[in-house]
Structures are given as C-alpha cells and as structure tokens.
C-alpha cells in the first residue's frame, strides 16, 4: 500500500509554469511505476506523463517539449514541471502509483487563464 498527497497546483496564466509535487508514504524506488493523470470536466481521465522505477518515462502527445516527470528518491516524491501552460492544460491532476494495482492521490486543481 501507498499513500500519495499532491501538491502545487493553482491558478496561472497561459504561457506560465507550475510545478507539481507527489509525496509518496513509502520509499518509491520500490514501486514499479508512478505517473499523472488528469480529468477535465466533462472529459475522461487521462495520462500525462509516467516514470517507471529504472526511470525511463513517457509523455502523452498533447505535453510533450513542455512538461518533465523526475523523481526525487531521497525525498520519495514525484515532480511534473509543468511550462508553456495553455488553457486546455486545466483539470485536477492525480498522482498515481503502480503496487500490483493503482494507487491515487486526492488530486489538485490546475486552472490556466487565458
């Protein structure tokens, strides 16, 4: 089992940066996989960007040049720089971890103005 609290999120302008924290209750080195999703309104949850625990990652097409997953192990949590924000970029982003199944966060709002 794992406990994950996201942080970071908040209200920005369009072309602005945000950076997103996971904060994972046990050591993520020993997790296979983590990522984030996000859901808009009216829209399905999706992923944006994983890293898995020999740290290779993947991004969906949609932020690819402008967002970067790491993972800090001494801190045992997640980052998601987040640049060249756009309105489309607005949803709760969730954390998630991979122990034989999902595990998720609680989410946090990330709203771009334009």
């Known amino acids: 089992q794992v406990q994950l609290v996201e942080s970071g999120g908040g209200l920005v302008q369009a072309g602005g940066s945000l950076r997103l924290s996971c904060a994972a209750s046990?050591?993520?080195?020993?997790?296979?996989?983590m990522g984030w999703y996000r859901q808009a309104p009216g829209k399905q949850r999706e992923l944006v960007a994983a890293?898995?625990?020999?740290?290779?990652?993947n991004y969906a097409d949609s932020v690819k040049g402008r967002f970067t997953i790491s993972s800090d192990n001494a801190k045992d949590t997640v980052y998601l720089q987040m640049n060249s924000l756009k309105p489309e970029d607005t949803a709760v982003y969730y954390c998630?971890?991979?122990?034989?199944?999902?595990?998720w966060g609680q989410g946090t709002q990330v709203t771009v103005s334009s």
């Open positions: 046990r050591r993520i080195f020993s997790i296979n996989a």
């Open positions: 890293i898995t625990s020999d740290g290779s990652t």
């Open positions: 998630m971890a991979v122990i034989g199944r999902g595990y």
